[in-house]
């Protein structure tokens, strides 16, 4: 392995253009996932035609970079502005936007630094040791109904975490997994709640949708405070966490690497899961509950190192099956189809040098952002001091060119705004808009692998209940929704 | 496992559960009716197209009803009084408040009729003086960095076709400054 790996660092440095590219996609994702309203999936996809002329070594490369930094910027908008810069960052936000209120914001950025790296690294070993042989038991052992099982343990998590009650975070949770029915049924592509519209056949695309729900609501609740002269703006600190601190979450930082790979690894369900499993095992574990929701750093800590382990976790299926995670892993697949490849169980044979290219570049990245990040902490905080009448106009302009490029729709601007203003009422009375985006993800998926598995198994709902993943993962469901009314 | 996130708290038993109720309910029983357009077995999967979301709807209506109990059953007991609490009311200012609304929304209605080059730098201008940003000087250098470093990035680097206006004269303008962006 470490001769590949040697192999895969020459190739990268040897070649200037390679070189170059990747310092792009370093600094592209750090800089569009930095920047409330845009994000790195809106790069990718602004970028993808152009992956056309470069070589698909380079293409995948440079996505798979700007997928590491990205991830790991998108905890900074999280953190600054209550606006993650990606859905994997939604359960930053509970704990990381409470910091940026008590004056604490470079403390939890740094956190976010530390562990997105430290995360990333994990995986990328990982990825590096056993990509096909992690591939091939994960798919062995996850069939659709272990899957299912899976989306549902996630969603009872989700339900119990970032709203005033249970019942609203159950509520959230259901209308994102109806949001998710609008378009084309799973089975046989049966057009629902389309009203006749070609755009909604396609059912409602997750990136306005979150756009609006956290960067438009933001704005609007700000700006309600601002007239009502009730906003005080947050105190800024240039503070990073000791080594202490680290060493105290060891065992929840070890853990949710564990949990971020783990989720990155099964297609299809990547870090937003991934962030969301972590943070509420945080919650289960610790001695200090009450604390997560209020500005805990520990909350940091387990969705920012989930969301970066699932990274490497996520091109495990991709390289060694074909099988993309996620939004941004299926635009690496558009990357390979461009240039007429297809990855499977063969292309670490056929294509050796793109594999540890990019593994290589992967590590690189990760390692990179640790100290690029202990720069941006010492500096991004000071974002904080720029008055919020003139950084808000900036967020909706570029969140309206996030949400317009994706398709060049401006259906999708429309989208955004309704989701903003239907995230503030749902905000103000307590709701929780992650809550809803992850219904709105995983609505989907969740009902594809229902629908195969009751196919597979000729409507036989037991089967849920004697496969032992699955039965495993129901249960603890079970329990986490039987917990969380009892806490309530 | 339930936390405070940054949400802000709501109230005590009022006329809001109503409410909430209601609109759970009336979109539950809207989505139930809608979903008879696409009812019925289907021939590779006999629970048909509807039967997902008919079980996310009825699960929306339980948890919605259960909700409006348990505030009910509350209702009985004093109210714990929440320092974070901020309800959903305005403390006057309501001209400013309606025109932070408003003025998202006619940005995103005026895009693709007078274009991207012309709609943009006058929301910048205009939002920062509707939150309440009086230094005029400052407002329009800012959106002067901002408006230039939206046309650096999208237009001139990464040629993302942004509207160009479907109005006459603004379209014609919005043409001419591609031209010369590019």
């Known amino acids: 392995m470490l001769e590949n790996f040697i192999h895969g660092f020459l190739l990268m440095v040897s070649d200037p253009f390679t070189m170059l590219l990747f310092f792009a996609g370093l600094f592209g994702g750090l800089v569009f996932g930095a920047f409330p309203g845009v994000n790195s999936l809106t790069l990718c996809a602004i970028i993808l035609p152009f992956t056309a002329s470069l070589t698909p070594s380079d293409g995948i490369m440079l996505f798979s970079v700007i997928y590491c930094s990205g991830t790991y910027a998108g905890a900074v908008t999280a953190i600054l502005f209550n606006i993650p810069g ?14 940026t209120q008590q004056g604490k914001a470079s403390l939890a950025i740094g956190a976010a630094v ?12 990982v990825m590096m040791f056993a990509t096909p042989l992690v591939a091939d038991v994960a798919v062995r052992a996850f ?3 272990e899957i299912f099982a899976l989306i549902f343990f996630g969603l009872t998590v989700a339900g119990t975490v970032g709203a005033k009650s249970v019942w609203k975070g159950w509520l959230s949770v259901l209308f994102g997994l109806f949001l998710a029915s609008v378009g084309t049924d799973a089975a046989e592509g049966v057009p629902r709640y389309t009203f006749g519209s070609y755009y909604l056949r396609a059912g409602i695309h997750f990136i306005p949708v979150i756009l609006g729900f956290f960067a438009v609501a933001e704005v609007l609740i700000q700006g309600q405070r601002i007239a009502e002269k009730l906003r005080v703006p947050p105190k800024v600190s240039v503070e990073f966490p000791s080594f202490l601190t680290f060493w105290r979450l060891r065992i929840a930082i070890v853990r949710s690497m564990l949990i971020g790979l783990f989720a990155g690894i099964l297609p299809g369900i990547g870090g937003t899961l991934g962030s969301f499993l972590s943070y509420g095992e945080a919650v289960r574990w610790s001695r200090n509950r009450e604390r997560f929701g209020k ?3 520990e909350g940091v800590v387990a969705a920012e190192t989930a969301n970066n382990a699932a990274s490497g976790g996520a091109m495990i299926p991709l390289l060694a099956l074909g099988l993309p995670g996620g939004a941004l892993t299926a635009m690496m697949l558009g990357v390979f189809q461009i240039h007429g490849m297809e990855p499977g169980p063969s292309i670490m044979m056929t294509s050796k040098d793109l594999v540890w290219v990019t593994f290589v570049a992967m590590f690189m990245a990760n390692a990179l952002i640790f100290v690029l990040g202990y720069v941006e902490t010492k500096t991004t905080v000071h974002l904080l001091r720029i008055p919020f009448p003139l950084l808000a106009p900036a967020i909706l302009v570029l969140s309206t060119i996030g949400a317009y490029s994706l398709r060049n729709l401006i259906v999708d601007v429309w989208v955004m705004y309704i989701a903003g203003i239907a995230a503030y009422f749902l905000r103000k009375w307590g709701y929780s808009t992650a809550g809803v985006v992850l219904g709105i993800i995983l609505g989907y998926l969740g009902e594809s692998a229902f629908v195969k598995t009751m196919k597979l198994y000729e409507y036989d709902l037991s089967i849920f209940l004697t496969r032992p ?9 079970l329990a986490t929704m039987v917990y969380g009314m009892v806490r309530r | 496992m339930v936390t405070g996130f940054n949400n802000s708290p709501g109230t005590s038993f009022d006329g809001r559960a109503f409410v909430e109720l209601a609109l759970w309910l009336t979109l539950a029983g809207g989505a139930w009716y809608l979903s008879g357009d696409f009812a019925g077995p289907l021939p590779g999967y006999e629970p048909g197209a509807a039967a997902w979301p008919r079980f996310i709807i009825l699960l929306l209506a339980t948890v919605a009803i ?13 109210a714990v009084v929440d320092e974070a609490a901020d309800p959903l009311r305005f403390r006057g200012a309501g001209l400013q408040i309606a025109a932070t609304f408003l003025a998202p929304l006619a940005y995103g209605w ?3 009729r007078v274009g991207h080059f012309i709609a943009t730098p006058i929301f910048l201008i205009a939002f920062a003086l509707i939150l309440g940003e009086r230094r005029i000087r400052l407002v329009l250098l800012t959106s002067a960095f901002v408006f230039a470093v939206v046309l650096g990035i999208f237009s001139a680097l990464f040629y993302v076709p942004l509207p160009e206006g479907s109005w006459p004269f603004f379209a014609e303008i919005s043409h001419q400054i591609m031209s010369w962006l590019r």
């Open chain 1, 86 to 99: 990606s859905p994997e960052n939604a359960p930053t936000c509970f704990d990381g936007y409470p910091m």
């Open chain 1, 143 to 145: 069939g659709q109904a």
């Open chain 1, 114 to 125: 530390t562990c997105s790296a430290l995360g990333g690294m994990f995986s990328a070993v």
């Open chain 1, 469 to 477: 993943i699955s039965a495993s993962l129901i249960l603890l469901g």
């Open chain 2, 110 to 112: 005026l895009l693709p």
């Open chain 1, 295 to 297: 500005g805990e750093i």
């Open chain 2, 66 to 78: 259960l909700q409006f109990l348990s505030k009910f059953r509350k209702a009985g007991t004093p």
